[in-house]
């Protein structure tokens, strides 16, 4: 059991790294949330879980958009140095209504420069999760990690 006074511990990973039961237990969440059944079994029993792992799991684990929105992300980049690379980042920020609190770019070194962004998603504005996304599949991108979320 958690001791009230020990710090809480949250991480960001990859939809492919977390156990197949916690990925059941946010569909069996969605069911819920959207009335499609009615009561933990049926949803547990649509998804294949128990009511046990349900419950145990229940608090701890949430989609990475739903959590990010109103909330502010910092995430680390690196990318060619390139006219205009920088700006196709910025916009693909304003386009899913991210609101950039800090930006810091480096110095580039042998051609690829590190860029450290805070980004705000507005509640009920923006994907956080669809922004990195396109980001990190954007040209000239060689990198980017979540650094932390608040």
Do not use: C, W
Not at 32 to 43: F, Y
Not at 49 to 65: A, G, V
Not at 118 to 130: H, R, W
């Amino acid at each position: 059991m958690q001791k009230s006074t020990e710090k809480k511990k949250y991480y960001v990973v990859r939809e492919r790294a977390v156990p197949e039961v916690l990925l059941k237990v946010v569909q069996a969440k969605r069911l819920l949330d959207s009335g499609k059944v009615q009561t933990v079994q049926e949803a547990a029993d649509a998804t294949g879980i128990s009511r046990s792992s349900f419950y145990k799991y229940k608090d701890d684990i949430f989609p990475f958009h739903e959590e990010a929105k109103g909330k502010t992300i910092t995430f680390i980049i690196q990318m060619l140095d390139e006219p205009g690379l920088l700006s196709n980042v910025l916009q693909i920020i304003a386009r899913f209504h991210g609101n950039i609190l800090t930006i810091h770019q480096s110095i580039p070194i042998n051609g690829v420069a590190t860029l450290t962004l805070s980004v705000e998603i507005l509640p009920g504005e923006g994907d956080a999760e669809a922004m990195v996304e396109v980001i990190e599949q954007s040209e000239g991108i060689h990198y980017l990690k979540i650094l932390g979320r608040e």
